[in-house]
């Protein structure tokens, strides 16, 4: 079965008592770990980094994230034109990115201060040599909008 990248939409709910925001079919039974990255400033890039087996998923919780991913066709010496998939990650929109087996991940923040959290299908050390590294350079210009 491939897979591909996908937004889990959620939605928000507000009343006088304040605002709720959900991912209600987001179904976290495969998520082992998570944690969170925060990017101080709008130039800090990290990309690309990609993996075989592991799966994760991101979710926007302060600012907002540029979001770039690439289906590897050859993990040891990738094509210059994999398909790129772009997303826009905001807080005001609670959405959770998937990212499948197979693809490598850039992300760059739009707002300083911005918080992504990344869960992840294995725990940390489960399995072995599946941490790729491309060049951050490889398939997009961070710079350019």
Same mark, same amino acid.
């Given at each position: 079965m491939i897979l591909e990248p996908?937004?889990? @939409?959620?939605?928000? *709910? !507000?009343?006088?008592?304040?605002?709720? %925001?959900?991912v209600n079919p987001f179904d976290m039974k495969d998520v082992k770990r998570m944690y969170f990255?925060?990017?101080?400033?709008?130039?800090?890039?990290?990309a690309w980094q990609g993996h075989k087996i592991e799966s994760r998923w991101f979710y926007c919780v302060k600012g907002s994230f540029e979001v770039k991913l690439v289906k590897i066709d050859n993990w040891d010496n990738p094509s210059d034109n994999c398909k790129i998939y772009h997303f826009t990650l905001e807080e005001d929109k609670p959405q959770v990115l998937?990212?499948? !087996?197979? *693809?490598?991940?850039?992300?760059?923040?739009?707002? @300083? %201060?911005?918080?992504?959290?990344?869960m992840s299908n294995y725990a940390l050390n489960e399995i072995e040599d599946d941490h790729y590294r491309f060049e951050q350079t490889k398939w997009v210009n961070w710079n350019k909008k």
């Open positions: 996908k937004l889990i @939409e959620g939605g928000t *709910y !507000q009343d006088h008592r304040g605002t709720l %925001q959900f990255t925060t990017h101080p400033d709008t130039s800090t890039i990290r998937f990212i499948p !087996q197979g *693809y490598a991940n850039g992300f760059k923040a739009n707002t @300083e %201060q911005s918080k992504l959290m990344i």
